[in-house]
Antibody, heavy 120, light 109 residues
Framework: EVQLVESGGDLVQPGGSLRLSCEAS????????MNWVRQAPGKGLEWLSY????????YYGDSVKGRFTISRDNAKNSLYLQINSLRAEDTAVYYC?????????????WGKGTTVTVSS | SYELTQPPSVSVSPGQTARITCSGL??????AYWYQQKPGQAPVLIIS???ERPSGIPERFSGSSSGTTVTLTISGVQAEDEADYHC????????????FGGGTKLTVL
């Protein structure tokens, strides 16, 4: 079964850091670009970051530029998101998703998410 | 910044047809995608490239496009269709700026 499983979410204080992980199973991560997307409580989805299959291209949403860093380890079939200088507004469920490109870009497989709570 | 606009909520009775719209200025040039998200679950792709239904998605789900608006139509709504529906596109031909609509809560009365 094709699956993505996120981990690393936690309760952290403002200003803290976290590293989220996303492990792929049922398929090989290496040919695929990947995204991180989050959803704050009661809110819609927000795209955070994109990484190309070979890590040569990385893009970030305006709200997280300079604080979040996306990376991957294809040998471990894993994707990561380093989150620094956490703020209350970063409280959300964080999803990783597989990117496809067939005329346009979209996501065809999503993980179930990991919860980040920023509070003192 | 680029935005997609969805109604916050839509309500229909079982067996009726639900229509959820998504409006954005670049939709005539970029495809839209629809995701269904049930409470506590991950989003699931239900419509691709404005109108295409991925394998395994019931035929009652369909998509259409007209100008700056795309529409998700659910024919013969069932109780299990109660969920949040999100549209997604990009504001260019590259993967460097993704955008979602605010999401629409479909309530089956």
């Amino acid at each position: 079964e094709v699956q993505l499983v996120e981990s690393g979410g936690d309760l952290v204080q403002p200003g803290g850091s976290l590293r989220l992980s996303c492990e792929a199973s049922g398929f090989t991560l290496s040919p695929y670009s990947m995204n991180w997307v989050r959803q704050a409580p009661g809110k819609g989805l927000e795209w955070l970051s994109y990484i190309g299959s070979s890590s040569s291209t990385m893009y970030y949403g305006d709200s997280v530029k300079g604080r979040f860093t996306i990376s991957r380890d294809n040998a471990k079939n894993s994707l990561y998101l380093q989150i620094n200088s956490l703020r209350a507004e970063d409280t959300a469920v964080y999803y990783c998703a597989r990117v496809r490109h067939l005329g346009s870009y979209y996501m065809d497989v999503w993980g179930k998410g990991t919860t980040v709570t920023v509070s003192s | 910044s680029y935005e997609l606009t969805q109604p916050p909520s839509v309500s229909v009775s079982p067996g009726q047809t639900a229509r959820i719209t998504c409006s954005g200025l670049t939709l005539p040039k970029q495809y839209a995608y629809w995701y269904q998200q049930k409470p506590g679950q991950a989003p699931v792709l239900i419509i691709s490239k404005d109108t295409e239904r991925p394998s395994g998605i019931p035929e009652r789900f369909s998509g259409s496009s007209s100008g700056t608006t795309v529409t998700l139509t659910i024919s013969g709504v069932q109780a299990e269709d109660e969920a949040d529906y999100h549209c997604q596109s990009t504001d260019s031909s590259g993967p460097y700026s993704w955008v979602f609509g605010g999401g629409t809560k479909l309530t089956v009365l």
